[in-house]
């Protein structure tokens, strides 16, 4: 591990990051742009072919510079395998960790991407794991490393440094945020404190336990879910009382302590905060203890997008309109391509079984994608017409135009259509419009 260090002080050593997602891609990009041979693996061919081809997705042409300088001068390679080097490696785990059930447990992707990485590697090597993953996973994952032959924190490096990255934040991104991080051992916290220095200036928050930093990452995102469930069912409150949730949180933001604002919308999705807190509810659970926040909150974000069709199937029958309505935004936040758990899907879907005739518009949707985000969202079919665009002919015969996100993309069209009244009925679920009183279009909101 010692001349492992010496190689990573000198740049003679190769980094190898699994998964290329919204995680491992700029991570890849950051550290070959500092210089380091990184080599980018992903078993998604379409991906790799997509990468090699410089055809980047919106959330990634921001690094489309950087990346085809480095993939000019040979500092990042895409393969869908690692390969033998006689240099000292690093194998950067950053894949994808599904809700557990039956069928896949939570570690399925990290235990096949440490499995490829040790059939390549030798003594001297290291793993940072940054997937986030259940309690006990980083020890499970050692013991693995160590049944190669290997000495964990002797010959053989370990890590977890679980990623902390939101995208689209102006403010908060990848080479300003600070990290948690366990390591087996003081010379593999140095080795991960060079390579961090290229990645977040090295500024990191050494922990004791593996099992400290896993509760940490899962806590972080359960802190996230409950105050998103809080203040969807203060919105459902509001709506009882007949006052804005807008201008209640507005008011409370004026507390200079104690006080933290979030909004109200159609539910936490995406691949974190629906996942992570129920680690922490399955580690309870195996103690026989009850996580009653966790899972009232679990609840509650499962009911919303029922309430929300609640709220507009009244609207719909009190106005006398035809049960019809176009769900705009799908993705799980503003200005991403991600759609996985979607409250959008999840109101398509409700839409459906109440009989409503149902369409979408979402800039970022591609059809041909679309098997993809039925099994992101737990999803074995659902019949809908997605618009390619809010043009005035796809908005006839429509009742009602649910927003779940107002993208940047279409923010100014959304508005248009209220302005000049092109639909008889509008929910905006994030309640970020204002009534426009020369408006003949009727709108209703969460929390108003």
């Not at 440094?161 to 051992?185: F, T, V």
């Amino acid at each position: 591990m010692k001349n492992t260090l010496d190689a990573v002080k000198s740049k003679s050593f190769s980094i190898e990051v699994f998964g290329l997602g919204y995680v491992g891609f700029p991570l890849s990009v950051r550290l070959a742009s500092n210089g380091f041979k990184v080599r980018g693996i992903d078993i998604n061919k379409q991906r790799i072919e997509r990468l090699k081809n410089n055809e980047l997705m919106d959330s990634e042409l921001h690094l489309k510079n950087e990346f085809i300088h480095c993939r000019e001068n040979k500092n990042l390679e895409l393969e869908t395998s690692p390969i033998k080097s006689e240099e000292p490696k690093i194998g950067i785990i950053s894949v994808h960790t599904p809700i557990p059930d039956e069928n896949i447990p939570s570690n399925k992707f990290v235990k096949e991407a440490i499995e490829n990485f040790l059939e390549t590697s030798k003594a001297g090597d290291m793993i940072i794991l940054e997937s986030s993953v259940e309690g006990g996973t980083t020890e499970e994952m050692e013991k693995i490393v160590e049944t190669k032959g290997y000495k964990i924190g002797q010959d053989f490096g370990f890590s977890f440094c679980p990623e902390r990255i939101d995208p689209q934040n102006k403010k908060w991104h990848l080479e300003n945020i600070p990290r948690i991080i366990y390591c087996s051992d003081d010379t593999s916290y140095k080795i991960a404190e060079i390579i961090y220095k290229n990645v977040n200036k090295g500024h990191l928050l050494r922990v004791d336990s593996p099992r400290t930093a896993e509760v940490v990452k899962s806590f972080e995102n359960a802190f996230r879910l409950v105050n998103i469930s809080l203040v969807n069912e203060l919105a459902i409150l509001c709506d009882k009382l007949g006052i804005s949730v807008k201008d209640v949180i507005k008011a409370a933001a004026t507390k200079p302590f104690g006080f933290m604002p979030f909004y109200p919308g159609a539910g936490a999705g995406g691949h974190c905060i629906p996942k992570d807190p129920r680690f922490l509810l399955d580690a309870a659970k195996k103690y026989d203890l009850k996580f009653s926040t966790i899972e009232n909150a679990l609840q509650i974000n499962f009911e919303i997008p029922k309430y929300i069709c609640d709220s507009i199937q009244r609207s719909i029958e009190k106005l006398g309109l035809e049960k019809s309505v176009l769900v705009c935004g799908l993705t799980y936040k503003p200005d991403v391509e991600d759609m996985r758990d979607s409250p959008g899907f999840k109101l398509l879907n409700e839409f459906k079984k109440r009989n409503f005739k149902v369409s979408s518009y979402d800039p970022y949707f591609k059809k041909e994608l679309l098997s993809k985000y039925l099994k992101e969202n737990y999803l074995k079919s659902l019949d809908f017409e997605n618009k390619n665009e809010l043009a005035d002919e796809d908005l006839k015969n429509i009742s009602c135009l649910c927003i779940v996100q107002h993208h940047t993309k279409s923010k100014f069209r959304l508005m248009e259509i209220y302005e000049k009244s092109m639909v008889p009925f509008i929910y905006d679920c994030q309640s970020q419009f204002d009534e426009k009183p020369d408006s003949k279009t009727i709108l209703d909101s969460l929390g108003s």
